[in-house]
Each structure stands twice: as structure tokens, then as C-alpha cells.
């Protein structure tokens, strides 16, 4: 029906525009059609206007035919008037279908059209809700905004009564005295830390209170009184405390004794409290360390000067390279013996070595530093860093006055034994001070100890450069005994290898290595000035002895010193043995070693042409093997300090001399030598054995 329509348009446009005479009778056809008015849709073409153009006219015609249905009516030859009247016709009859329909549908309609009045009914009630709802919201929002305004305001009074709590219950808490804070003071004993706690707590109020009276708080008054009753209590009950520590100490002090610590404290504690009632807890503390750092420094420089008038001169040196019974003093039952007292060791014109004054003093230093630092910890609550720097306040000044001392003593000190055991004392004190938990002390130990291993191994790179720098001629008269130097050598040598095998410093094992080899050097340049070998070979083995047999003393067997040595003892005793042998027996020890060449070249046939020199060897060694024998053993005896030593060389001689003689038959047993009559002139090996066991020395 609308393609229908449409047609009917474009064919009644196009007719209307073929000419006036036919859109009049068209018009008049069509006029009589209800609903079928329509305008005329031109444009902007005007047929009354004198500028009316007809190529425009063309344009709209040319435009009209190209459409659709226009062009599809021509194609098929319809008339357009025909098809035009035959649209019009449909268009009556659709019209008149569709007022049927509506007529049919009047029920409905008029039912729509109640129901669209009710609807109208129902949002006009909605719409006077809707009014009603906004206006109620505006009367909210206003009721709101009164709301916030209300709430801002108490906010700000909320804010302003927490400020005023907090700074009231500061206040109050400052000023209110717990129950169990008056309990503690009245009940507790001073000695437990409640006691020690809520007497800090008591201060804590008193400077509270004392804060609070300057700005007028009126409150103040409520509790002055109570607080000042408390705290008379507090040191009433300290005071008799005191008193009691203070009557178990009846031994009367002297003026340069270490002093006793505990009756320190209790003493400062009586007369501070009894002068100063009301002291805060900082002010007992600042006054307690400028009280104790006075009394510490007074005690111990009093007690460094005593111990110094004990020393023994040094106008022996010799005791500076010998331990003796010095090394007792790194023992566990010496080294925390009790101190030194000056005035007794005066009386009985004691002396002591520098190194068991170090130890009493730092004794008494490590005692009283531990029980100082404990006391520190626990009397005023502190630890970590506030008690390591707390601790320092109090025995600073001592400390940095026992290292000047160290130092200013150390400056003109040569003795390298007293500064190694004073090294191993403070190792040793370090590791004490470390098992009681005292951790203050560990920087006081290193300081010590950067003074102390420096001297020594200045001291010791002194003893090499001296025995470097020795010249034997400037020595005065030689003999072949021991000299007085490798004997101080093998004693200070030995003393400082024993100590450090306590506590081994490989540094000190480096030092020690080279004034070894400092001193075998000078030992071969003084046996250079004796004229023969034998002499010289004497001065070896005497000094080597000597030094083997101090350091086994004190050094253990393996250690690289009695090795060393060890091996220089035996090549110089057998190559003395050699020396010793070939002036009553070189004939018959050229002889063997000849002889025994041959045979292993395979010409002992050249052996037949040596009758005559082995029958003299014969004969001359059974006629003077005993005398030689008896002249070597004096000759050995005398040449040698050590009779042990001289002993051991008689009896390799001999040892030596009877091998030499067993291979000496071994050639004889050769063809080329088995038939010499001379043979039977031999002596029995067991002979020989037996004969030379009664020329062996016993002591």
C-alpha cells in the first residue's frame, strides 16, 4: 500500500507539472477526494513570477521521470492519468477499510482513552506527591545543614574536653601517689629492685610536683606533704641500711690501699643523702661519678706509686733474658692471687719484677672494674651504651692515668720477658673480664696491648740487630766452652717459646726465627777464630748442646727451635767422631774405604798387591788400639763441659771404631786377602766388644 501510494504521488506530481490544463482538471477530479488536499510541494518555483525560467522547469521534469516508479510506469506503457485515478481509488478504499477498523475498534479506543484519563488522574496525584516529596526534602536538607552545624560545634567541644583530659590526667597521674608505691616504702627492704624502683618512681613525683608548683597548680598542696613523708621514710631506711654496711667494715683503710668498693658506695650514699634530702636521681648520679672518679684516681696513683718502690734495680741485666719462676705468674692460682700490699713487701724488703706488679695492679683494676660496672648496671638501671658510657664517667680518668704510666715505664723498659708476660696477663684478664660479662673494660685491653707489642718486638728486633752487629775479635779471650751469649740466647729464647706456647703469636715465632739464625751465624764466626777444626768443632758442639739443653727445658720436643738445633748437635758430633778417630786410626779407615771401592768396582783383584800395608795395620792396631782408646776418652772429657754430651760422643767413638773394624775383617775375607798369614793376629770382634764396654764412662 505505500509503494501504491507513493506511485500515485510521483504520477500526480508529474502531472501536475505537464501543464496548467491538466493539473486543473486534475485537480478538479481529485478535489472532491476527502483527506486529499495536499500542497502543491514546488520549491522555490514561482509560475507568477517574471523571472520564471523553463529550463528550471526541465531540471524538476528530468529528475521526476528518473525515479523508480516513474520509470518503471513508463516502461510498462500505463497511462498516467488512468494509473493516476486508479490510485486515487485505492487510497478512497483504504481509507474507508481503515474507518471501519476504527469504528470496530471504538470500544477499545474508548477504553484506551479511559484508561489514558486515569493515567492522567494518577500522575497528576503522583506529580502532587512528587511536589509534597520535594518540598519535605527541602525542609531535610535545611534540617541537615542545622545537623552538621550542631555536630561541628561539638566536635570542636569534644576536641577541647580531650585536650583538657589529657593534660589533667598528665597532671593527675603526676600528682596522685599509688598504693603500692607507699607500700614499697614502707615495706619492701631497700635491698630488692622493687624497693630501688618505686624510690626512682618517688623522685619521678617529687620533680613532677616541684614542676607544678612553679605554675601555680593549687593540687600541689594536697600531696607536698605526703611525698616529703615518703620520702624522709625512703632515707631513714637507707640511711640505717648504710649504717649496717657501713659497721661490718671495720678494718681501717691507709692511705694508698686499693679501695674496698662496696664500702665506697655506701659511704658516698650515707653523706650525699644525709645532705641533700631531696636530691633528684640525676643529681645522686652526677654527684656519685665526680665522687668515685676523685676517689679511684687517688686510690690507684697512691697504690702505682707504692708498687714502684718493690722493683728490683736492673743492675744485673742478666735476669732480663731468664724466666726462672717468672713464668708462675700467667698461672691459674697466681694469676688471681691476691694484690700486692706495698707496705708489707717494703717491711720485708721484698722486690718484685715488673710483671707481677702489672699483675697486682691490673688485678685489683679488673676486680674493681667488674664489681663497678655490675653495680653501675644495677643500682642505676641502665645497660648498653648508657652503662659503657656511665661506667667511663666513674673510671675514665684512672684508666687513662694506668696508660701513662704503662707508657711513660715502657719507654726505658728492655726487659722483652716482663712485656710478653705482661701481654699474656692481659689476655688472660680480657678473657676474665669477658666470662663475668663485663664488656667496658674491652676497649682499656686493646690499649694496653698497643703499647705492649710494639715494645717487645722493638725490644726483640734490638737483641737481632746486637748479635748481627757482635764481632768475636772485640770479645775478648776465646776458649771452646759455651759462650755467655748463646747462653743468654738459649735462655731468653726458651723463656719466650714457652710462654707463647700458651697462647701462640706467630708474630713472636718470626722474631724468634731470626734471632736464631742471628745466632748460628755468630756462633760460626767466633768458631772461625779458633785455628783447628777440632777446636772449633768443640766450640760447635759445646754451644749447641748448651742451647738444645736449656730450650728442652721449657720448649716442647717438636718445636722448630729444638729441631733445628737437634740437627746442628748430631752433624757437628759426627763429623767431631770423624775428627776424633783419624789420628790413631786414619791408616785403617783409609785403608776400608779404599779396599771397600775395589770390591764394589769389581777389581778387588788390586787388593793382592796391599799385603804388606794390611799386615802393618794388623799389628799396628792391636798393639795401640787400647792406649788410643784411653787417650781419646780423656781427650773427650775434657773438651766437652757437659758430661752427658761427652759421654754420648765417647760412646759413638767407639760404636763407630768397632763398625770400622768389622768392616775392616769383611775385606780380609776377601780371596786375594784370605790366605795372609797376618790374619791370625786379628782380634775377635766380641773381644773387641767387650774390651771397649770397660773404656765407656759412667756417671
Known amino acids: 500500500m505505500t509503494a501504491a501510494a507513493t506511485m500515485a504521488a510521483a504520477a500526480r506530481d508529474l502531472v501536475l507539472r505537464s501543464g496548467a490544463s491538466d493539473m486543473e482538471e486534475e485537480e478538479g477530479s481529485l478535489g472532491g477526494g476527502p483527506g486529499l488536499q495536499e500542497p502543491l510541494q514546488l520549491g522555490e518555483l514561482d509560475i507568477t513570477s517574471d523571472e520564471f525560467i523553463l529550463d528550471e522547469v526541465d531540471v524538476h521534469i528530468q529528475a521526476n521521470l528518473e525515479d523508480e516508479l516513474v520509470k518503471e510506469a513508463l516502461k ?67 534540617e541537615i545543614r542545622t545537623l552538621q552545624e550542631q555536630s561541628g560545634a561539638m566536635n570542636i567541644r569534644l576536641r577541647n574536653r580531650q585536650a583538657v583530659r589529657g593534660k589533667l590526667g598528665e597532671l593527675v597521674d603526676g600528682l596522685v601517689v599509688p598504693s603500692a608505691l607507699v607500700t614499697a616504702i614502707l615495706e619492701v627492704p631497700v635491698t630488692e629492685p622493687r624497693f630501688l624502683e618505686q624510690l626512682q618512681e618517688l623522685d619521678a613525683k617529687a620533680a613532677a610536683v616541684r614542676e607544678q608548683e612553679t605554675r ?157 660496672y655490675l653495680f653501675i648496671c644495677e643500682f642505676f638501671v641502665v645497660s648498653g651504651p648508657a652503662a659503657h658510657d656511665l661506667f667511663h664517667a666513674v673510671m675514665g680518668r684512672t684508666l687513662s692515668m694506668t696508660l701513662k704510666h704503662l707508657e711513660s715505664y715502657l719507654a726505658d723498659c728492655y726487659d722483652a720477658i716482663a712485656v710478653f708476660l705482661c701481654i699474656h696477663i692481659v689476655l688472660r684478664f680480657r678473657n676474665i673480664a669477658a666470662k663475668r660479662d663485663v664488656p667496658a673494660l674491652d676497649r682499656y685491653w686493646e690499649q694496653v696491648l698497643a703499647l705492649l707489642w710494639p715494645r717487645f718486638e722493638l725490644i726483640l728486633e734490638m737483641n737481632v740487630q746486637s748479635v748481627r752487629s757482635t764481632d768475636p775479635q772485640r770479645l775478648g779471650g776465646l776458649d771452646t766452652r759455651p759462650h755467655y751469649i748463646t747462653r743468654r740466647y738459649a735462655e731468653f729464647s726458651s723463656a719466650l717459646v714457652s710462654i707463647n706456647q700458651t697462647i701462640p703469636n706467630e708474630r713472636t715465632m718470626q722474631l724468634l726465627g731470626q734471632l736464631q739464625v742471628e745466632v748460628e751465624n755468630f756462633v760460626l764466626r767466633v768458631a772461625a777464630e779458633f785455628s783447628s777444626r777440632k777446636e772449633q768443632l768443640v766450640f760447635l758442639i759445646n754451644n749447641y748442646d748448651m742451647m738444645l739443653g736449656v730450650l728442652m727445658e721449657r720448649a716442647a720436643d717438636d718445636s722448630k727451635e729444638v729441631e733445628s738445633f737437634q740437627q746442628l748437635l748430631n752433624a757437628r758430633t759426627q763429623e767431631f767422631i770423624e775428627e776424633l778417630l783419624s789420628p790413631p786410626f786414619g791408616g785403617l779407615v783409609a785403608f776400608v774405604k779404599e779396599a771397600e771401592a775395589l770390591i764394589e768396582r769389581g777389581q ?44 754420648s760422643i765417647i760412646q759413638g767413638a767407639l760404636t763407630q771404631l768397632i763398625q770400622l773394624y768389622h768392616r775392616f775383617h769383611r775385606v780380609l775375607s776377601q780371596p786375594q786377602l784370605r790366605a795372609l798369614p797376618a790374619r791370625a793376629e786379628l782380634i775377635n770382634i766380641h773381644h773387641l766388644m767387650v774390651e771397649l764396654k770397660k773404656h765407656k764412662p759412667n756417671f
Open 604 to 647: 778387588a783383584e788390586r787388593l793382592r798387591g796391599e799385603e804388606a800395608r794390611v799386615t802393618q795395620l794388623i799389628r799396628g792396631f792391636g798393639s795401640s788400639w787400647k792406649s788410643s782408646v784411653e787417650s781419646l776418652s780423656q781427650d773427650v772429657m775434657r773438651s766437652f763441659t757437659n758430661f752427658r754430651n761427652g759421654t
Open 216 to 372: 601555680g597548680t593549687a593540687a600541689c598542696a594536697d600531696v607536698r606533704g605526703v611525698l616529703d613523708r615518703l620520702r624522709v621514710k625512703a632515707v631513714t631506711k637507707i640511711r640505717e641500711f648504710i649504717l649496717q654496711k657501713i659497721y661490718s667494715f671495720r678494718k681501717p683503710m691507709t692511705n694508698y690501699q686499693i679501695p674496698q668498693t662496696a664500702l665506697l658506695k655506701y659511704r658516698f650514699f650515707y653523706q650525699f643523702l644525709l645532705g641533700n634530702e631531696r636530691a633528684t636521681a640525676k643529681e645522686i648520679r652526677d654527684e656519685y661519678v665526680e665522687t668515685l672518679s676523685k676517689i679511684y684516681l687517688s686510690y690507684y696513683r697512691s697504690y702505682l706509686g707504692r708498687l714502684m718502690k718493690v722493683q728490683p734495680s736492673l743492675r744485673s741485666r742478666n735476669t732480663i733474658f731468664t724466666l726462672g719462676t717468672r713464668g708462675s705468674v700467667i698461672s691459674p692460682t697466681e694469676l688471681e692471687a691476691p694484690i700486692l700490699v706495698p707496705h708489707t713487701a717494703q717491711r720485708g724488703e721484698q722486690r718484685y719484677p715488673f710483671e707481677a706488679l702489672f699483675r697486682s695492679q691490673h688485678y685489683a683494676l679488673l676486680d674493681n672494674s667488674c664489681r663497678e
Open 76 to 142: 510498462t506503457g500505463v497511462d498516467l492519468r488512468h494509473y493516476s485515478k486508479q490510485v486515487e481509488l485505492e487510497l478512497q478504499q483504504i481509507e474507508q477499510k481503515s474507518i471501519r477498523d476504527y469504528i470496530q475498534e471504538s470500544e477499545n479506543i474508548a477504553s484506551l482513552h479511559n484508561q489514558i484519563t486515569a493515567c492522567d488522574a494518577v500522575l497528576e496525584r503522583m506529580e502532587q506527591m512528587l511536589g509534597a516529596f520535594q518540598s519535605d526534602l527541602s525542609s531535610i536538607s535545611s
